[in-house]
């Protein structure tokens, strides 16, 4: 018959309850508990960087070790969210402004702004969309829309005048108005070519 050794057991079960106790593993699941660190470094195979967690951020690259993704705080304390193309420019950007708005951008591969849309600095919101030079095509914000030709002249405008009333003006070549459709100031409608 065989003796179960006392001493054994009981070095056994001390060992295994400063297991349990060290790493927190929970009764119901296999998962750890409270798990602290400074930062986690995420690698392949090869040693290639392919994540990075800590300092307030989190960044993943890709296999060649170009950014892919950057979330994490901005020096004013903000959130924000980067995404970035297989060649690591930044194609998108999600967060808040420098004066406490959010907003998105959108840049395209040669690194343009593309596309705005969030919080002006008038504390109104906006959509601006920019050609492939980087230049503004479309305004839509605060109670109106304006077109922009390849020149940056203004070509039109649809919105509200300070008066309350609505309006239409078209621009030509030289950004001069050339037709008004709308409200006059005493509330009457007027066409002027």
């Known amino acids: 018959m065989k003796v179960i050794d006392i001493k054994s057991t009981i070095i056994g079960v001390i060992t295994t309850l400063l297991i349990l106790s060290v790493y927190g593993f ?4 296999d998962e750890l508990g409270h798990l602290v660190v400074k930062s986690i470094t995420i690698e392949d195979d090869r040693g290639v960087v392919m994540g990075y967690m800590g300092n ?5 690259y890709n296999t060649f070790g170009e950014p892919t993704l950057f979330v994490g705080t901005g ?4 959130g924000y969210l980067r995404a970035y193309n297989g060649e690591g420019d930044e194609s998108a950007y999600v967060g808040t402004g420098r004066m406490g708005g959010g907003y998105i ?15 002006g ?5 906006q959509l601006r ?6 230049e503004t095509r479309s305004y839509l914000g605060d109670g109106y829309l304006q077109a922009y030709n390849q020149f940056g002249e203004r070509t039109i405008f649809l919105g509200t005048g300070t008066n309350g009333g609505g309006y239409l003006r078209t621009y030509n ?3 001069q108005e050339s037709i008004y459709i709308g409200t006059g100031a005493d509330s009457s409608g007027q066409i002027r070519i």
């Not at 929970?26 to 699941?29: A, M």
């Not at 969309?129 to 980087?134: A, L, Q, T």
């Open 173 to 175: 070549f030289s950004g």
């Open 26 to 29: 929970r009764p119901e699941t």
């Open 129 to 134: 969309i920019y050609d492939k030079k980087g």
């Open 56 to 60: 307030g951020y989190m960044q993943t």
């Open 75 to 78: 020096k004013d304390g903000g």
């Open 121 to 125: 600095s008038d504390n109104s919101g």
């Open 105 to 119: 951008r959108t840049y395209n591969n040669s690194g343009r702004e593309t596309s705005y849309l969030g919080t």
